[in-house]
């Protein structure tokens, strides 16, 4: 990003790489990238989802344990202190240990002083092969400390991001409530990616579903989507499969879906793009979604299944 922000406009940034076994090499990648986004006029930079280390979820290990953190803690003061530095808002990911045998996924928002703004717990858990998550995270708070949803905008000096991770992508509710509140953007750092064993077609079909669905809360709600997503192939460490090639495809779109930048499937990258940030208020001018929704009759939304 070499030209000016525009007048009203956001710089974004979100960084897609792989990540290593040791978690300090990792951190250096995050480091660097950050940087570099920052140098290029990036006001806001969004890290991908637990950046610090591989994906230990394709199985199940005690031992993995010893990797969470509490927050504060190495992880977020360091950075904290690179926002500081940078004068810039970050979203970071952290494993989160926050007492004994309670442990979260958690995205940070640290603003341009380093101050922490806010966090988000991850709120939908996966199981699935080569997936396996609720093993290793407590789902976030349904109602936070300050008596708040725990899908609550994060307020920021570059505005109120509504942060959410991963699964929660294809959840509809999730992207309205943050809507719903008040949100200016829906972010997704993500680590997502192919089992290696699948074929072309079916990578293809997952690939094209993990991109229409957050293209679509984007239309739905007319809010720009940040979506940054890990690359590079990580082996399963139990040997029980082929391991995961994940797919990056980080991208990010305006408040109709459209593309405003995209990055391949392999290569580290920072992608940049500025966000208008008066287009979702014009846009829902034409196209009022919120105005018609009938919420007299959304009543078993609240149900489990409508038997």
Known sequence: MTRPTPAGALAIAAIQQPCDANKESSLATSDRLVRQAASDGA???????L?????????????????AEPIPGPTSDRLSALAAELGIVLV????ERRMNGVYHNTAVVFERDGTIAGLYRKMHIPDDPGFYEKFYFTPGDATCNDGASGFTPIDTSVGRLGVLVCWDQWYPEAARL???AGAEV???????????????????RQLDAWVTVQRGHAVANNLPVIAPNRVGTEPDPSGQSDGIRFWGN??????QGEFLARADDHSETILSAFINRSRSESIRRIWPYFRDRRIDAYGDILKRVRD
């Not at 006001?43 to 989802?49: A, F, M, P």
């Open 43 to 49: 006001q806001l930079v969004v890290l991908q989802e």
């Open 51 to 67: 950046h610090a280390t591989l994906y230990f979820c394709q199985t199940e290990d005690t031992s993995v344990f010893e990797l």
């Open 92 to 95: 970071g990911s952290i494993f």
């Open 178 to 180: 943050m809507a719903l």
């Open 186 to 204: 829906l972010i997704y750092p993500t680590a997502i990616g192919w089992d290696i064993t699948d074929d072309p077609d079916e990578q293809a």
């Open 250 to 255: 980080s991208f990010i779109c305006g408040a």
